[in-house]
């Protein structure tokens, strides 16, 4: 029994162990003045003032031991070897390029959208003057008009009700055709 909460214990104590370390994040604002939150480190471009946390410190291993010269002696201090500095491999721009490209496209497609909205409400409008100077022109003729009242009866529009259909018309025509 007492082997069986023995081992439970150990289980626990090398869970929290490795929960504590899966922990270590990095935070960082990007130049676009976003938040970043990561378990690599920032990219070079990124000053130390722009890095808002880190993990606590690791021990890391060196990235590469100097060889030992063949007479035994070992390289002088200030020497460097060529595959060391090939490693260290291209610094990143920070930029990542398919976002850029998905923001370009989602603008262009706005734009194209609101330049096919415009587009709409310009033939709207020419399409209402259109209608607007056909009627005008019909109730400038003199011709008798008739319409259907809310009963649903045919009436004959006075001279008042024309006057007052013919400036509402007339207010189309001033807004639409421009």
Not at 96 to 105: A, C, R, V, Y
Not at 134 to 139: D, E, L, M, R
Request: charged letters at 30%; a positive charge.
């Amino acid at each position: 029994m007492n082997v069986i909460r023995l081992f439970q214990a150990g289980l626990v104590l090398v869970a929290c162990t490795v929960s504590t370390s899966l922990l270590a994040q990095w935070q960082w604002v990007d130049k676009d003045g976003r938040k970043v939150f990561s378990d690599r480190p920032p990219p070079p471009d990124i000053p130390a003032a722009s890095i808002l946390k880190q993990p606590a410190a690791r021990v890391t291993m060196p990235a590469k031991i100097a060889p030992v010269a063949a007479d035994g002696a070992d390289k002088p201090a200030g020497a460097t070897s060529a595959p060391s500095a090939a490693a260290s491999g291209p610094k990143g721009s920070g930029v990542d390029k398919s976002l850029e490209e998905k923001k370009k496209k989602a603008a262009q497609e706005e734009t194209a959208k609101k330049k096919e909205a415009e587009e709409q409400a310009a033939s709207a409008k020419a399409e209402n003057c259109a209608r607007a100077k056909q009627s005008k022109a019909t109730y400038d003729s003199g011709i008798r008009i008739a319409r259907t009242n809310e009963k649903g009866e045919r009436e004959m529009l006075d001279e008042s009700a024309r006057a007052a259909e013919s400036k509402r018309i007339q207010a189309i025509i001033d807004s639409d055709c421009k």
